[in-house]
């Protein structure tokens, strides 16, 4: 499978941005998705996940009321919306495949997802 990220862009504090995750070569149905994302000089957080049916999802403390996370099976597609942007939310953000198949649970650990996008840069000016 491959995932592709897009949405991405400059945008200013206060504004809003969807990204859309879309995934070829094998349905992500079954699989767990994440986003995540990293800003320069630091690690690679978890932004936030859904689980493979789509009505289970858990957000990054800090961006609880700010974001959300869908998904469209059919379309093979993850969204990620962010509210209210600041220029903390500056990153990459990659959407990310879990390891395991049709898991109820939706990890948090980046070593659970072993597919990644290539990732979209998302830069907020104050």
């Known amino acids: 499978v491959q995932l592709v990220e897009s949405g991405g862009g400059l945008v200013r504090t206060g504004d809003s941005l969807t990204l859309s995750c879309a995934a070829s070569?094998?349905?992500?149905?079954?699989?767990?998705m994440a986003w995540f994302r990293q800003a320069p000089g630091k690690e690679r957080e978890n932004v936030g996940g859904?689980?493979?049916?789509?009505?289970?999802?858990y957000y990054l403390e800090s961006m609880k009321g700010r974001v959300t996370i869908s998904r469209d099976n059919a379309k093979n597609t993850v969204y990620l919306q962010m509210n209210n942007l600041t220029p903390e939310d500056t990153a990459v953000y990659f959407c990310?495949?879990?390891?395991?198949?049709?898991?109820?649970?939706?990890?948090?650990?980046?070593?659970?997802?072993?597919?990644w996008g290539q990732g979209t840069q998302v830069t907020v000016s104050s």
């Open positions: 990310a495949q879990d390891k395991g198949y049709y898991l109820e649970h939706v990890p948090f650990e980046i070593d659970e997802y072993d597919v």
């Open positions: 859904v689980n493979w049916r789509g009505y289970d999802t």
């Open positions: 070569g094998r349905p992500l149905l079954g699989h767990n």
